[in-house]
Structure formats: C-alpha cells, structure tokens
C-alpha cells in the first residue's frame, strides 16, 4: 500500500485485483470458491482499503475488481491468446508465483495460473503491473507475449518482500536458489501466522511475535527486524527513534535505512533495542487497522476461520 500510495501521489489510476478465481486454482482458504470470495471481499479488500490509511492515503480513488465479476467472453479470448504465446516449459517455470517451487508437481488447473495472471493485465488495460518480487515471472512473461498478441507491453514495478520472522534458517547457504526465489521462500505468509505480523494484531501478539523473531546482531540480510524499520517504518514516519538508558548510549533517531544498516551491522544498536523501538513504533502505525477491525469482528471471524488463516485469531497485492 506504500507503493499504491506513490502511484496515487504520482497522478495514476491504480486497479486492485481480488484474485479470487487465482486464489481457487491455488487451493488457498481450502479451495473452497464461495469462502475465497467472502474473505476476498470482506477482509482483505477492508484490509487493503485500511492498509492505505495506515501509510497517509485515502482509498477512495482506488478501484477493487473481483476477478471473476470481469472474466468474459473477451477475456477468455485474450487468455487463449496467452495461452498460445507461452509454451508449457515458460508456464512451469512461472508456477514460482503461485509459492511453488520450479519443478513441483502441480495439477493442469495450476498451470492455467500463469497465463490467467497475464490476461488479467491485458484484460484490465494495465500500464504498470505492480506486485511483489515473486510476482516478476508473470510481469516478464506479459512483457514477452504482448506484441504477439496485439498489445502493448507493460512496464513491470516489483516491491520487496518483507522476511518472515522465523529467520532463513540454513536456506541462505543453498547457492542454487536465485535471490529473488530465496525470499519469496522466506516472506512472511497468512499460512505461517508465526511468520508474519497481520494489520489486525493486538499490540501484545505484535510484541510477542516480534520478542520470538529471528534477529541476530549486528546481521543485517535476512533480518525480518531490519526489513519492519527499512521497509516499513522508515518510509511512512521518515525516523526510527531508538530509547536505551545512558549507560548503554542514550537514545538516538535514526533518519535512514542507510544509518540504520550502518550502526546495526557495527553493533551499535542492541537486537533487545531495535525490536522494542519496532514495536513501539509498527503498532502506532498500525492503529487505524486495530481500531477498524475491532469494531467489525465478522471481518474477523470469517479470516480466522479459513484454513489458511489458521493461529490468526480475532484476539490475536495483487495490484
């Protein structure tokens, strides 16, 4: 939502898709179609529509589309059109965005993931295609089919992807998984609620999520810790204010990622330090979220009652 927030800011028109039917084929919130729909309409598009609050921006002029409501005759048209560009090789090595690994054994209504991603964006008259890093796959393949169907090519805009908090584990030692697959293996996940803070946490599971997550000192790649402050804190509030006693420093604002990656791989900054000035601040951010949420409990009750969302209770993009 930070990025929807710059391209709102930068005068565009910005799209949100509720993948439900991607969401379906993908066998998320137990595959069953109706709760996908429910939760894609209800949680997550208020979560998406708070998520903008929370970053400073108003959601009014944003569009939300639910796949299936757009998904014509025209559209299938264009997904053959797809479909006839991509050879099953190029399709099984994007399966990647779907969280599987190239390789994986997926049934035939997976592989019509892909090329279904691509239509969306010729369906919709995108100009930029704007996801996640694991998302770049699709962006590629549309950039790569679209003269070969009659369409102009779609610039591509990825963001980063936030760390799970559990830590990469022995996984950054395996050379031949590029970075990019690296984290998209390692992103926080609904499907791992240990892995990931959720808008709608109270500020104690945040605490509690934050006291357990992986943060080794003065280690700075692959620290969910580091990625929260530079990806998250930074851009919206600009400093990260650090509170310690004098005998350990005093306290400290730190006004960049670049400061902040400085004085933690030195050992300047204490784990303790930094995840307490997370908290801190990630949960005052967060607050239009808690409050919204907390008065609309059914949003709530039917994300926590989704397979997928399990350990995510109530008392606890593609765009």
Known sequence: MSKVKDFLEAGFTCTILLADWHSWLNGKLGGDLETIREVAGGYFKEGLKIGLRCVGAD??????????QVYDQEYWATFVKVSKALTVKRVQRMITIMGRKEGEAVNFAQLVYPPMQIADIFHLDVHVAHGGMDQRKAHVGAREVAEKIGKAK?????????????GP???????????AELRS?????????DSAIFIHDSQEVIHQKLDRAYCPPD???????????EYVILPIRHKIAIERSEKHGGDVEIPSATELRSQYSSGRIHPLDLKRAVVNTLTEILRPARTYFESHQELLRIFSQAPDAKGSSANNQQS
Do not use: C, W
């Open 59 to 68: 959601s009014t002029p944003v569009r939300f589309v639910m796949g299936s």
């Open 154 to 166: 779609p610039l591509a805009l990825h963001h980063h992807l936030l760390a799970g908090l559990k």
């Open 169 to 179: 584990g022995e996984q950054v030692s395996r050379s031949n998984l590029e970075q």
């Open 185 to 193: 293996e390692l992103k926080m996940s609904k499907s791992k609620p």
């Open 219 to 229: 280690e700075i790649e692959y620290n969910p810790v580091i990625d929260l402050a």
